[in-house]
């Protein structure tokens, strides 16, 4: 039995003969009394994007820890990379991670660690290349999210968007093939959270880099749906034409059910009276 | 009310659990790689050099306090030049390891619960595992090692000043000899005593370390979770000291005092 055909209904018949990279399967989760999942099932398909809509306290973030691994369910089965993370041990999980990148609320950057000591991270600490070739992988990553200059700076001198985008460096340093985005522009000012909603279309479109998105900003998700970047030769963001909006899926979660899943448009058409009044 | 009890019950047997659990992974991470040598290094350094000073004054007016108070005490009988034998006594076998112990719960268990409490409430904790890092291996193994390693040494400096605060009391206030004073130190000890005084150190090292790992890494609920932590941390490694103090003081006398 192959992860598409255990998906079910999650995974889109278009996309059959293509493997998800990540998929739900009925995952059910509480924390004693108070349930956060009731019997959710998705997946995510290589190169879309997948956007967890939902208020505050629906379940995103767990979706996404429980990807990661960071969580255990009660119930249902989880594959991430063609692999059972629900069974999975914590050492495998470690080795697991190095495809998987994740970029937390506020950054979660460590405190007594430089920007280049935050982006340069893993590859300080987990492998064994040469300085120089850290260095350069460093400022590479630094350059691609604009904030070379930033090398020496602590991050308690950085603003919030640059923090973000510090948090997305780092997840990168192991050019993971799915990054997960916890409320990523949350607390930010409008401008700010532009810059952070273009990374993660630059890291989708040029860097192959399947993104999974929480938030409850429906004007980030709708332009991180909306918008491709292309080279030409300088990177730059223009409109996304109907079949690239289409690969972006939205599901809207409600005190831990999927209430919703479909296409930007679908979501905007839609006619339940709980979407209608979040998307108002 | 008595489903409150149960509830209590139950939420200190998962601490409990949970403790252990801790403890089992530290061992583990401690004989296995990866090794974070640097971080050791760097733990050895603010556990050991950063507490040398509140160490250095707990030792000394300890030492002092002990001659003043016992030399009174001792005049009733005559027995003034014995004051370094009482002095010696008491602070390598059980008031040297203990105040240094509770003084370290002080600094070094609140530091290690504030820091790691902040981290788990940021996510820093969560991003370590996302990186592909344990963070037991990575914070808690060389801490617990720093503290293991370093609170025998700074229990044997706070022996020596507390010797030395002794002598300056029993020498410029007792008016005893000051070789008087030091051959009574050296007759007030024996081998078994200098046993208990480095063997204690070493499980009470681990005690404050430990609890402040396990309080902090279990911290939550934002700033304030970060404070309770913090508080709970001390109480707990402070009445952790005392109570492993008792036991294993039992345990050594039953061993080498038969």
């Given at each position: 039995m192959t992860i598409a055909s255990t998906a079910g209904e999650a995974a889109r018949p278009a996309a059959a003969t293509v493997e998800p990279i990540a998929v739900f399967e009925d995952v059910h989760l509480a924390f004693d009394e108070k349930?956060?999942?009731?019997g959710v099932s998705f997946a995510v398909m290589p190169g879309h994007t997948k956007i967890l809509l939902g208020a505050s306290g629906s379940g995103k973030s767990t979706i996404l820890k429980l990807m990661l691994g960071l969580l255990k369910p009660d119930a249902g089965r989880i594959w991430v990379h063609g692999e059972r993370v629900d069974t999975m041990r914590e050492r495998d999980l470690l080795a697991l991670r190095d495809q998987t990148g994740m970029v937390f609320q506020e950054g979660a950057l460590f405190d007594s660690l430089t920007v280049g000591g935050n982006v340069g991270y893993k590859l300080y600490g987990e492998t064994d290349l040469p300085e120089e070739e850290i260095q350069r992988r460093i400022e590479e990553l630094l350059g691609f999210i604009g904030l070379d200059e930033y090398l020496e700076r602590m991050p308690s001198e950085l603003s919030g968007g640059q923090r973000r985008r510090v948090a997305i460096a780092r997840a990168m340093a192991f050019k993971p093939k799915l990054l997960l985005y916890d409320?990523?522009?949350?607390?930010?000012d409008p401008l700010t959270a532009l810059t952070v909603d273009a990374e993660i279309v630059k890291l989708r479109d040029l860097e192959d880099v399947t993104p999974v998105v929480v938030t409850h900003q429906l004007r980030d998700a709708f332009y991180i749906a909306g918008h491709q970047a292309i080279r030409d030769p300088g990177v730059r963001l223009v409109p996304a034409p109907p079949e690239k909006v289409a690969e972006a899926d939205f599901v809207m979660l409600r005190e831990g059910k999927i209430v919703f899943e479909g296409s930007a448009d679908e979501l905007r058409c839609a006619s339940d009276p709980y979407l209608r009044e979040f998307l108002s | 009310m008595q489903q409150w009890l149960i509830a209590w019950i139950k939420s200190a047997l998962i601490e409990v659990q949970e403790y252990v659990k801790l403890c089992q992974a530290t061992a583990r991470g401690a004989v296995?790689?990866?090794?974070y040598w640097r971080d050791l290094v760097t733990q050895m350094e603010i556990i050991g050099l950063g507490s040398l000073t509140v160490v250095i004054l707990t030792g000394l007016f300890t030492g002092a306090v002990l001659a003043l108070q016992s030399g009174v005490t001792l005049d009733q009988f005559g027995a003034r030049p014995y004051v370094g034998r009482l002095v010696s006594a008491t602070m390598v076998k059980a008031l040297g390891p203990v105040l240094t112990a509770l003084m370290l719960a002080g600094r070094v268990g609140s530091g290690i619960a504030a820091e790691l409490g902040s981290m788990a409430v940021t996510d820093q904790i969560h991003a370590l595992r996302a990186l592909g890092t344990d963070p037991v291996r990575k914070l808690v193994v060389p801490r617990v090692l720093a503290g293991f390693i370093m609170t025998p040494l700074l229990t044997a400096v706070a022996n020596t000043v507390g010797l030395i605060g002794g002598w300056v009391i029993a020498v410029f206030q007792l008016r005893v000899a000051s070789g008087l004073y030091w051959s009574s130190v050296v007759e007030g000890l024996y081998i078994e005593d200098v046993y208990m005084g480095i063997i204690k150190p070493f499980f009470l090292g681990l005690v404050i370390v430990t609890v402040g790992c396990h309080v902090g890494l279990r911290t939550s609920g934002g700033t304030q979770g970060v404070g309770r932590s913090t508080t709970n941390a001390v109480v707990a490694a402070s009445v952790g000291v005392l109570a492993v103090d008792f036991f294993l003081t039992r345990l050594i006398l039953s061993v080498l005092y038969p």
């Amino acid at each position: 039995m192959t992860i598409a055909s255990t998906a079910g209904e999650a995974a889109r018949p278009a996309a059959a003969t293509v493997e998800p990279i990540a998929v739900f399967e009925d995952v059910h989760l509480a924390f004693d009394e108070k349930v956060v999942l009731r019997g959710v099932s998705f997946a995510v398909m290589p190169g879309h994007t997948k956007i967890l809509l939902g208020a505050s306290g629906s379940g995103k973030s767990t979706i996404l820890k429980l990807m990661l691994g960071l969580l255990k369910p009660d119930a249902g089965r989880i594959w991430v990379h063609g692999e059972r993370v629900d069974t999975m041990r914590e050492r495998d999980l470690l080795a697991l991670r190095d495809q998987t990148g994740m970029v937390f609320q506020e950054g979660a950057l460590f405190d007594s660690l430089t920007v280049g000591g935050n982006v340069g991270y893993k590859l300080y600490g987990e492998t064994d290349l040469p300085e120089e070739e850290i260095q350069r992988r460093i400022e590479e990553l630094l350059g691609f999210i604009g904030l070379d200059e930033y090398l020496e700076r602590m991050p308690s001198e950085l603003s919030g968007g640059q923090r973000r985008r510090v948090a997305i460096a780092r997840a990168m340093a192991f050019k993971p093939k799915l990054l997960l985005y916890d409320e990523p522009t949350t607390g930010l000012d409008p401008l700010t959270a532009l810059t952070v909603d273009a990374e993660i279309v630059k890291l989708r479109d040029l860097e192959d880099v399947t993104p999974v998105v929480v938030t409850h900003q429906l004007r980030d998700a709708f332009y991180i749906a909306g918008h491709q970047a292309i080279r030409d030769p300088g990177v730059r963001l223009v409109p996304a034409p109907p079949e690239k909006v289409a690969e972006a899926d939205f599901v809207m979660l409600r005190e831990g059910k999927i209430v919703f899943e479909g296409s930007a448009d679908e979501l905007r058409c839609a006619s339940d009276p709980y979407l209608r009044e979040f998307l108002s | 009310m008595q489903q409150w009890l149960i509830a209590w019950i139950k939420s200190a047997l998962i601490e409990v659990q949970e403790y252990v659990k801790l403890c089992q992974a530290t061992a583990r991470g401690a004989v296995t790689r990866p090794f974070y040598w640097r971080d050791l290094v760097t733990q050895m350094e603010i556990i050991g050099l950063g507490s040398l000073t509140v160490v250095i004054l707990t030792g000394l007016f300890t030492g002092a306090v002990l001659a003043l108070q016992s030399g009174v005490t001792l005049d009733q009988f005559g027995a003034r030049p014995y004051v370094g034998r009482l002095v010696s006594a008491t602070m390598v076998k059980a008031l040297g390891p203990v105040l240094t112990a509770l003084m370290l719960a002080g600094r070094v268990g609140s530091g290690i619960a504030a820091e790691l409490g902040s981290m788990a409430v940021t996510d820093q904790i969560h991003a370590l595992r996302a990186l592909g890092t344990d963070p037991v291996r990575k914070l808690v193994v060389p801490r617990v090692l720093a503290g293991f390693i370093m609170t025998p040494l700074l229990t044997a400096v706070a022996n020596t000043v507390g010797l030395i605060g002794g002598w300056v009391i029993a020498v410029f206030q007792l008016r005893v000899a000051s070789g008087l004073y030091w051959s009574s130190v050296v007759e007030g000890l024996y081998i078994e005593d200098v046993y208990m005084g480095i063997i204690k150190p070493f499980f009470l090292g681990l005690v404050i370390v430990t609890v402040g790992c396990h309080v902090g890494l279990r911290t939550s609920g934002g700033t304030q979770g970060v404070g309770r932590s913090t508080t709970n941390a001390v109480v707990a490694a402070s009445v952790g000291v005392l109570a492993v103090d008792f036991f294993l003081t039992r345990l050594i006398l039953s061993v080498l005092y038969p």
